[in-house]
């Protein structure tokens, strides 16, 4: 069964940083574009970052750029998100999730075809 779980979010002020782990299984790893999505009540779940866990390639929105660091182990089959200089904004339930490498697009939530049950995180001002 494929499974992918998220662990690492909390409450945190802004400024401060936390990182996100999400653990793959039940499928082959490095076959898989893996992202982190997020969402706010209300909104639509909106892309955060992505990497192709075997080659190294790493996607973010514009807005995390410099802030959010993608990175992955494929031998733990674990993808990490770095968050940095963390705003209010950022509070968000974050997702992560799995596409096929030649699937869709690595922004786009209706490529990714697995999803984690999400970890809340909370920016405090």
């Known amino acids: 069964q494929m499974q992918l779980v998220e662990s690492g979010g909390g409450l945190v002020q802004a400024g401060g940083s936390l990182r996100l782990s999400c653990t793959a299984s039940g499928f082959t790893f490095n076959m898989y574009t893996m992202g982190w999505f997020r969402q706010v009540p209300g909104k639509e779940r909106e892309f955060v970052a992505a990497i192709t866990v075997t080659g190294g390639n790493t996607y973010y929105a514009d807005s995390m750029k410099g802030r959010f660091t993608i990175s992955g182990d494929n031998y733990k089959k674990t993808v990490y998100l770095q968050m940095n200089i963390l705003k209010p904004e950022d509070t968000a339930v974050y997702y992560c999730?799995?596409?096929?490498?030649?699937?869709?697009?690595?922004?786009?939530?209706?490529?990714?075809?697995?999803w984690g049950q999400g970890t809340p995180v909370t920016v405090s001002s």
């Open positions: 999730a799995a596409k096929g490498l030649n699937t869709g697009n690595y922004y786009s939530r209706i490529s990714y075809k697995y």
